[in-house]
């Protein structure tokens, strides 16, 4: 069992930035690899983020790459993704992600193996 609890989303104006976190706790080999997922209204989840808890390696998705960071903090287990240069399309529900496997590169959801419970990301032009 894994426990992902995320914080820090909020509203913010176009070109501005934010910092989500994920405090994750439970079972280290279900939380190997951890990541960032979105969802905009009336749209699939989409993968933007990916990190080894083992090797620290980052993926990103094209739509982020650039703009966002991927980091962890192996003392507290805390994973944060640091926003940048944020859009009015950056906009939706951002999920915390574990998993036992890291791909690299997209991260199908199906093969997601917990879900934290989302913050809001609101950013207006």
Known sequence: QVQLVESGGGSVQAGGSLRLSCAASG????????????????????????????????????SVKGRFTISQDNA????????????????????????????????PVRAVGYWGQGTQVTVSS
Not at 37 to 42: K, L, N, T
Not at 83 to 106: F, R
């Open 27 to 62: 079972n280290i080999y279900s939380r190997r690899c951890l990541g960032w997922f979105r969802q905009a209204p009336g749209k699939e989840r989409e993968w933007i983020a990916t990190i080894s808890s083992t090797s620290a390696n980052t993926y990103y998705s094209d």
């Open 76 to 107: 507290d287990n805390t994973v944060y993704l640091q926003m940048n240069s944020l859009k009015p399309e950056d906009t939706a529900m951002y999920y915390c992600a574990s998993g036992i496997l890291c791909y690299q590169g997209s991260w």
